[in-house]
């Protein structure tokens, strides 16, 4: 087991590294950067649940855990008839063509036509974040993140090394982001800007005049 507690990034910069003194393993700074804050948060709670009152749980996102959101019948059919028809080979890295272009066919408008080109297939959406920050992020271009907003945004950019810096959105306006916070924070070392629409966690959905304000201020 490889402890990693951040040493903060003057000690990454300055030692690429430290070495842990009960098992002389060097730590990564790939490791050294990685923080989890649900996971730092969660795992030291010392709630226990009262055995006479009935447990909501409200720390997973995933309601199939719980029973909802069971797989359609036609869904269920259609992976049993791959099991026994495919050969259960390698596939492209970025998703099967046939199923990019039922994506790309489902999606694509006259203003903004799709071709399968256009469609890369993640394993899940943590996969896509982490794909994308990787093609846009650098240790010396950050990114513009959400606060309050999904924790795995800061867990994957402190793994890539990637600095990252909050923006505000505002509880009294249905959650919509402060742009004026939003713009001072802009300058010529900004990546990217990550906008969670509809908001995780906080269950709001912007307005499509609050979206072109957005967009007018990244262009």
């Not at 055995?51 to 996102?61: A, H, Q, T």
């Not at 990546?191 to 007018?216: D, K």
Request: aromatic share 6%; proline share 8%.
């Amino acid at each position: 087991v490889v402890s990693t507690q951040s040493t903060g990034s003057s000690g990454i910069n300055a030692e690429y590294g430290r070495l842990i003194e009960d098992e002389k393993v060097l730590c990564s700074p790939c490791a050294d950067g990685t923080l989890n804050p649900i996971r730092k948060l969660v795992d030291s709670l010392p709630i226990k649940p009262n055995p006479e009152k009935s447990f909501l749980k409200l720390s997973i996102g995933d309601p199939s855990v719980f029973g909802n959101f069971d797989p359609p019948a036609e869904v269920k059919a259609a992976v049993r008839d791959a099991l026994d028809t495919s050969c259960h080979g390698y596939e492209p890295a970025h998703g099967m063509i046939s199923a990019r272009e039922a994506i790309a066919q489902y999606y694509t408008t006259p203003s903004s036509p799709l071709t399968f080109e256009d469609v890369y297939i993640t394993s899940g959406c943590s996969d896509a974040l982490r794909i994308a920050m990787d093609c846009i992020g650098t240790p010396t271009k950050h990114i513009l993140l959400p606060k309050p907003g999904f924790s795995l945004y800061q867990t994957i950019a402190g793994n890539r090394g990637i600095p990252v810096k909050f923006y505000n959105v505002i509880p009294e306006k249905n959650w919509e982001i402060d742009l004026e916070e939003l713009e001072s924070l802009i300058d010529d070392n900004t990546a990217a800007i990550l906008v969670t629409n509809p908001s995780n966690p906080c269950g709001s959905a912007f307005s499509v005049s609050h979206q072109m304000e957005i967009l007018a201020l990244a262009e």
